[in-house]
């Protein structure tokens, strides 16, 4: 297909730039460090030639992004299980809209299920706050990543930005005939509510403005519910929503990059993607006769709908709940010893008593994990 300068700001890399990064990569400062974790006991020389051999996105996707992958898996993940796969054609293009609880994870191990069950992996929403440096560029425009700015600016720039993206995902899912992946709203869920953005709706339906019903259609949505055991940076998010009660709450240099790694290395338990069923046409139509703001709205509840009901429980999230409303009603759902791992694992918050109400902190951390069956 012939290539569009129209989206060279914020596409991905084409594959004649392929060859060219993976060479950066594999002669990067870092790389040695890298390769000791996706190929552990491999010498360093011929894990680099062999990145630098790799001249398609699909030979850097299906050998070292299928291992990092196997790594996190075997290094912090005691399950992971994906399903409803079934729903879906691998000869069709989607919109994965997904629930956000890991910056790289969620997407991660979404594309890691598409490569095991023969599907084509998707394109990613990749904020260019996480364009770090260039070697994190190279990795992830190698990985069909494309840039998303965050909402700031004129309300002119704002739209024309919102536009851009729009048109561009309908690019990609109508014109290069590939999948999408993004996150249903802008950021992580923090405090465990899984919530689309209606606004994310209303930039889906801005690249097709005379007809709401076929701008989405077209699309063809597929809600996806990512679900942690333990939830990834948990001890992060409650410190930060601890800190947003008191003051507006700005990132610290690095803090992203803390995040990433702090996800891929913190033990995860059991991890579970559900896709959804696909929102449909039928799906769609019932609201035809809605206002446009009331139709983003009601498709994102719809979504909403479907993403909590997939939306996998564990011991932790009812022994939180009963721990928040001093019950006992889930009392059936968790043992003895899974309540002394959560209790352990709260204890943490005890070392942040000299510069947080420990007591408040600690309830704010265990509502991370009882709000999703509130939710559900």
């Not at 940076?233 to 409650?238: M, S």
């Not at 769609?284 to 983003?296: D, K, R």
């Not at 759902?333 to 002394?340: G, I, N, S, V």
Request: aromatic residues 10%.
């Amino acid at each position: 297909m012939e290539k569009n300068p129209k989206f060279d700001d914020i596409r991905p890399y084409y594959e004649d730039e392929i060859p060219q990064a993976m060479k950066r990569i594999a002669y990067s400062e870092v790389f040695p460090l890298l390769a000791s974790y996706v190929y552990p006991g491999e010498p360093i020389e011929s894990v680099r030639e062999r990145v630098a051999s790799f001249t398609t996105t699909r030979e850097f996707q299906h050998d070292t992004m299928k291992r990092v992958n196997e790594q996190i898996i075997n290094r912090s993940i005691t399950d992971f299980s994906c399903s409803g796969l079934e729903r879906l054609s691998p000869d069709k293009n989607y919109l994965y809209v997904s629930n956000h609880r890991d910056i790289m994870l969620d997407s991660c191990l979404l594309q890691y299920s598409f490569v095991l069950n023969g599907f084509d992996t998707t394109e990613i929403t990749f904020g260019a706050n996480l364009m770090m440096n260039p070697l994190v560029i190279d990795i992830g425009k190698a990985n069909k990543m494309f840039k998303v700015e965050r909402p700031g600016g004129s309300i002119k720039e704002f739209y024309k930005g919102s536009l851009h993206l729009s048109e561009y995902i309908r690019y990609v899912i109508c014109e290069k005939k590939q999948s999408v992946w993004i996150a249903q709203r802008n950021g992580r869920t923090k405090n465990g509510i899984d919530a689309t953005d209606q606004g994310i709706i209303k930039m889906f339906c801005m690249s097709e403005q005379n007809d709401k019903i076929k701008a989405l259609s077209d699309l063809h949505i597929v809600p996806v519910s990512i679900s942690y055991e333990w939830e990834s940076c948990d001890i992060l998010k409650a410190l930060e929503l601890y800190e947003s009660q008191y003051t507006r709450y700005t990132k610290k240099p690095g803090e992203d990059l803390n995040s990433i790694l702090t996800g891929i290395l913190q033990p995860k338990g059991r991890v579970h993607i559900e896709l959804c069923q696909p929102i449909s046409v039928v799906d769609l139509s019932v609201f035809e006769h809605q206002t446009n703001n009331e139709y983003h709205k009601s498709v994102a509840r719809l979504i909403d709908r479907r993403i909590n009901a997939a939306y996998r429980l564990y011991p932790n999230n009812y022994i939180a709940h009963d721990m928040l409303y001093g019950s006992t009603k889930y009392r059936a759902m968790y043992t003895e010893e899974q309540q002394l791992a959560f209790m352990k694992r709260l204890s943490r918050l005890d070392r942040y008593d000299e510069t947080c109400d420990v007591e408040q902190l600690k309830e704010i951390f265990i509502s991370i994990y009882a709000n999703p069956i509130d939710n559900k």
